[in-house]
């Protein structure tokens, strides 16, 4: 069984910028070999997309983080690096698989960005 293991979250002035991981343990999970993406709940919120990387390597981001998130992966990890961090990127980000069924969720990392 995949188990998710985000890391790489903390506290941020707005303007800044924070590098997340994402790791499974528990199995042999390839990142490189699985469309994966990354998600992220507010608070009061529900959870939505951020970002994905598919086996071809093409990217998509949500809107709101174009130009300023950029998702990667090798083989074992798969990371996202936000840059010109905004308020409203607070949130707890999540790393899952991005095509079919959605494996168990970790426990994912919280961003803070104060303003």
């Known amino acids: 069984q995949v188990q998710f293991v985000e890391s790489g979250g903390g506290l941020v002035q707005a303007g800044g910028s924070l590098r997340l991981s994402c790791a499974a343990s528990g199995s042999t999970f390839s990142f490189s070999a699985n469309d994966v993406g990354w998600y992220r709940q507010a608070p009061g919120k529900q959870r939505e997309f951020v970002a994905r990387i598919n086996r071809s390597g093409t990217t998509l981001y949500e809107d709101s983080v174009k130009g300023r998130f950029t998702i990667s992966r090798d083989n074992a990890k798969m990371y996202l690096q936000m840059n010109s961090l905004k308020p409203e990127d607070t949130a707890v980000y999540y790393c899952?698989?991005?095509?079919?069924?959605?494996?168990?969720w970790g426990q994912g990392t919280q961003v803070t960005v104060s303003s």
């Open positions: 899952n698989v991005n095509v079919g069924v959605l494996l168990p």
